[in-house]
């Protein structure tokens, strides 16, 4: 993401608002102009932490289990292509 862009397009009104999870510099910096932005939310990288993601995870996690044991590919796996279409539960 271009830091710059952004705060330049939300200073102008060409964007209306940020929410931020990843930063261009980790950790972000608390006197980033961007993230004193009045219509930015900012996170650091915990955004999506919450009982839904850790029981989709869970799940995603044995639907994979059970389609490596069968001889399948699990889906999106980082450390190899994986083809499938979406998970079906």
Same mark, same amino acid.
Do not use: Y
């Given at each position: 993401?271009? #830091?710059?862009? @952004? /705060?330049?397009?939300?200073?102008?009104?060409?964007?209306?608002? +940020? =929410?931020?999870?990843?930063?261009?510099?980790?950790?972000?910096?608390? #006197?980033?102009? @961007? /993230?004193?932005?009045?219509?930015?939310?900012?996170?650091?990288? +915990? =955004?999506?932490?919450?009982?839904?993601?850790?029981?989709?995870?869970? #799940?995603?996690?044995?639907?994979?289990?059970?389609?490596?044991?069968?001889?399948?590919?699990?889906?999106?796996?980082?450390?190899?292509?994986?083809?499938?279409?979406?998970?079906?539960?």
């Amino acid at each position: 993401m271009d #830091e710059t862009a @952004l /705060l330049a397009a939300l200073e102008s009104g060409q964007v209306v608002g +940020a =929410g931020l999870d990843v930063h261009a510099t980790e950790p972000a910096q608390p #006197e980033s102009d @961007l /993230l004193r932005h009045p219509l930015v939310i900012a996170t650091p990288h +915990a =955004g999506g932490l919450t009982k839904v993601m850790f029981r989709r995870t869970g #799940e995603v996690f044995g639907a994979n289990l059970e389609r490596w044991a069968a001889g399948g590919t699990p889906c999106w796996a980082v450390n190899r292509p994986a083809f499938c279409r979406s998970w079906t539960g």
